[in-house]
């Protein structure tokens, strides 16, 4: 079992920033497809962030030019960075992480984490 845990969300005022970081267990491990979801109250779950191992980003239209996923290999942990944060960008954010573990393939999700943009 690969498991994820989620940190860094909170209450910030519009125009704040916030990293979210989503650490993987397990020292053998390649990190083959990460994202990040988000879902707000009454909405579905919408994809926000992706990356591939090859490096390879895309963001949601709403969130282009604000956020930014990344890895840390050694850490196994993924980053969203968001910047510019709006009231929208309210919700619990959620990590998947699609990874190898010696020869079996896992695909993970993070507990959820609060990130609330109020004034």
């Known amino acids: 079992q690969v498991q994820l845990v989620e940190f860094g969300g909170g209450l910030v005022q519009p125009g704040e920033s916030l990293r979210l970081s989503c650490a993987a267990s397990?020292?053998?491990?390649?990190?083959?497809?990460m994202a990040w979801y988000r879902q707000a109250p009454g909405k579905q779950r919408e994809l926000v962030a992706h990356?591939?191992?090859?490096?390879?980003?895309d963001y949601a239209d709403s969130v282009k030019g604000r956020f930014t996923i990344s890895r840390d290999n050694a850490k196994n942990t993924v980053y969203l960075q968001m910047n510019s944060l709006k009231s929208e960008d309210t919700a619990v954010y959620y990590c998947?992480?699609?990874?190898?573990?010696?020869?079996?393939?896992?695909?993970?999700w993070g507990q959820g984490i609060q990130v609330t943009v109020s004034s």
């Open positions: 998947n992480v699609k990874s190898t573990v010696l020869t079996r393939h896992y695909d993970s």
């Open positions: 397990g020292s053998i491990l390649t990190m083959n497809y």
């Open positions: 990356r591939t191992s090859g490096g390879v980003a």
